[in-house]
């Protein structure tokens, strides 16, 4: 009598035990792969935004204008430069005021980096008709720096400017992002005739 071949119930469970275990081992592997890619997506979209930003941060930088109040005897420059905030006179893109000045604040805002602005003769009538525009998201920090230049031009780096009277010819700006804590600085330079206050623009601060 021929014996008939086949699995025991043995074997059986010990192969179905082994597939169930090869499944959860793709699965996850699976899982993780998918988690790195898509965490690698955002990470390109983020370098992208930043990239964006810091060159439109860069633009409104550079056109900074020399406008200068006056104040009595006094005649400080309508800037303000702290290490978390900065404050300028600047232009915004066409489709956003066209050529009209702009009075411009950089801010870190809840992890988030904030632009508000108003029309310079609002600041000037006392009239807060400011704006506030998200830049960019999941910001860690936001860093400001400026540099005087000395007699050997050699720049000389401060986390404050506190000359009233000019504007500083180097500006650095440092944005940090939450995820992985890159750091992406740029330096800014102002045109010499607008540092050197050759070509200013003299207002007077009015009432309503």
Same mark, same amino acid.
């Given at each position: 009598?021929?014996?008939?071949? %086949?699995? !025991?119930?043995?074997?059986?469970?010990?192969?179905?035990?082994?597939?169930?275990?090869?499944?959860?081992?793709?699965?996850?592997?699976s899982?993780?792969?998918? %988690?790195? !890619?898509?965490?690698g997506?955002?990470?390109?979209?983020?370098? @992208?935004?930043?990239?964006?930003?810091?060159?439109?941060?860069?633009?409104?930088?550079s056109? !900074?204008?020399?406008?200068?109040?006056?104040?009595?005897?006094?005649?400080?420059?309508?800037?303000?430069?702290? +290490?978390?905030? #900065?404050?300028f006179?600047?232009t915004?893109?066409?489709?956003a005021? %066209?050529?009209?000045?702009?009075?411009?604040?950089l801010?870190? +805002?809840?992890?988030?980096?904030?632009?508000?602005?108003?029309?310079?003769?609002?600041?000037? +009538?006392?009239?807060?008709?400011?704006?506030? #525009?998200?830049?960019?998201?999941?910001? @860690?920090? #936001?860093?400001?720096?400026?540099? @005087?230049?000395?007699?050997?031009?050699?720049? /000389?780096?401060?986390?404050?400017?506190? +000359?009233?009277?000019? #504007?500083?010819?180097?500006?650095?700006?440092?944005?940090?992002?939450?995820?992985?804590? @890159?750091?992406?600085?740029i330096?800014v330079?102002?045109?010499?005739?607008? !540092?050197r206050? /050759?070509?200013?623009?003299?207002?007077? /601060?009015?009432?309503?």
């Open positions: 009598m021929n014996k008939q071949s %086949g699995f !025991t119930l043995l074997e059986m469970l010990i192969a179905i035990s082994l597939m169930t275990i090869m499944l959860g081992l793709l699965f996850s592997a899982r993780t792969l998918s %988690g790195q !890619t898509q965490s997506i955002e990470q390109v979209q983020m370098n @992208d935004d930043i990239r964006l930003v810091t060159q439109f941060v860069r633009r409104l930088i056109q !900074t204008s020399p406008i200068v109040m006056n104040q009595g005897s006094a005649h400080p420059v309508l800037f303000s430069g702290a +290490k978390h905030q #900065l404050g006179v600047s915004l893109p066409a489709h005021g %066209g050529n009209s000045l702009y009075w411009i604040e801010m870190l +805002k809840e992890n988030q980096l904030v632009m508000k602005y108003q029309p310079l003769v609002s600041v000037l +009538k006392n009239r807060n008709d400011s704006q506030q #525009l998200t830049l960019l998201n999941s910001v @860690d920090s #936001l860093d400001f720096s400026y540099a @005087d230049i000395d007699k050997n031009n050699a720049p /000389r780096w401060q986390p404050d400017w506190q +000359k009233n009277n000019q #504007l500083p010819p180097l500006i650095s700006v440092t944005v940090a992002q939450q995820r992985g804590g @890159d750091k992406y600085p330096v330079s102002l045109p010499a005739q607008v !540092t206050m /050759r070509d200013h623009l003299s207002v007077q /601060r009015t009432g309503l």
